[in-house]
């Protein structure tokens, strides 16, 4: 008897971590996350509407097409919201184009064997990442501005570009690192030059581990774009500000401007995804 209860108490040990780990696995299945992600996503709308409700929100969702597009007898037009996401997309190009620039230069920088220049890599990263991106542009639009005669535009790019390149840099810099030191000697047993190394051998090789974090960093400058509207910068955010101020429908707008970035965020990030698959190496 007290064999048997053994047995029946060790096979009820047995039976719980099965079926947690079975609960587990269908917890983690496709269905269920859609459902889990489906039923969070009503859970926060149903609270979104109740606190309209609340205030006496009177929703007019049934506008909001105008500021897409309009269609009449002239034919399709274009509405602001697409016009200020051109803009968001021109300007995120733009400084992201620099960043890249920039950043790789402060990465070469830091792996250099030049002391100063590791010394003005180091105290550039120190004081654009504690420097909070408000206070940043603030700096760009209304000190170097009027020192070196940007505009409004001009000072938003360079300030985006300024700050993302101390982040990338840091991406160059562990990308560059992961390359095996024995091809770095090799190449230059044969011969090679530190910039037809870095040119033919390491940067082509370091792209496959540089591709997820500058994928966030895409989408990243994406969204700090929108801090630009502070200075009334012609982009996404500050087109919703504007309609907002004739039309007073603060919910609509905003959570019509927040789709439009998640859709834009993630057809980049699905982009980043396929190009990291195609890039990838089977050792």
């Not at 979104?48 to 399709?76: C, H, S, V």
């Not at 550039?124 to 005669?149: A, M, Q």
């Not at 570009?161 to 770095?184: D, M, P, Y």
């Not at 090799?186 to 974090?213: E, N």
Request: net charge positive; proline share 4%.
């Amino acid at each position: 008897m007290a064999a048997g209860g053994q047995g029946m108490m060790a096979g009820g040990r047995g039976a719980r971590p099965r079926a947690a780990w079975r609960l587990g696995r269908m917890l983690a299945s496709v269905p269920a996350s859609v459902a889990i992600y489906l039923l969070v996503m009503a859970i926060i709308v149903e609270a979104a509407l109740q606190g309209a409700r609340a205030m006496g929100y009177n929703w007019q969702w049934y506008r909001i097409p105008k500021y897409f597009y309009t269609l009449d007898e002239a034919g399709l037009t274009l509405g602001p919201i697409p016009h200020g996401l051109a803009g968001t997309l021109a300007l995120s190009a733009s400084a992201f184009a620099l960043a890249l620039l920039f950043g790789l230069i402060i990465a070469l920088l830091r792996l250099s064997d030049l002391i100063v220049g590791r010394a003005v890599a180091v105290v550039l990263l120190e004081v654009v990442r504690n420097t909070p991106l408000l206070v940043l542009l603030y700096l760009f639009y209304y000190v170097l501005g009027p020192i070196f005669g940007l505009d409004r535009y001009s000072a938003s790019i360079a300030c985006l570009a300024v700050f993302h390149a101390a982040l990338i840099s840091e991406i160059f810099r562990a990308g560059i690192n992961s390359v095996a030191r024995g091809q770095w000697e090799a190449a230059l047993a044969i011969g090679m030059t530190r910039a037809q190394v870095y040119r033919d051998i390491v940067l082509p090789q370091s792209v496959r581990f540089m591709l997820p974090p500058m994928t966030g960093e895409v989408v990243h400058m994406i969204k700090s774009s929108a801090i630009v509207s502070v200075i009334a910068v012609a982009e996404l955010t500050t087109i919703g500000r504007n309609i907002i101020s004739d039309t007073y429908m603060s919910f609509e707008i905003w959570f019509t401007i927040a789709a439009v970035y998640m859709v834009v965020t993630l057809a980049i990030s699905a982009f980043a995804t396929f190009l990291e698959r195609r890039h990838r190496v089977h050792d």
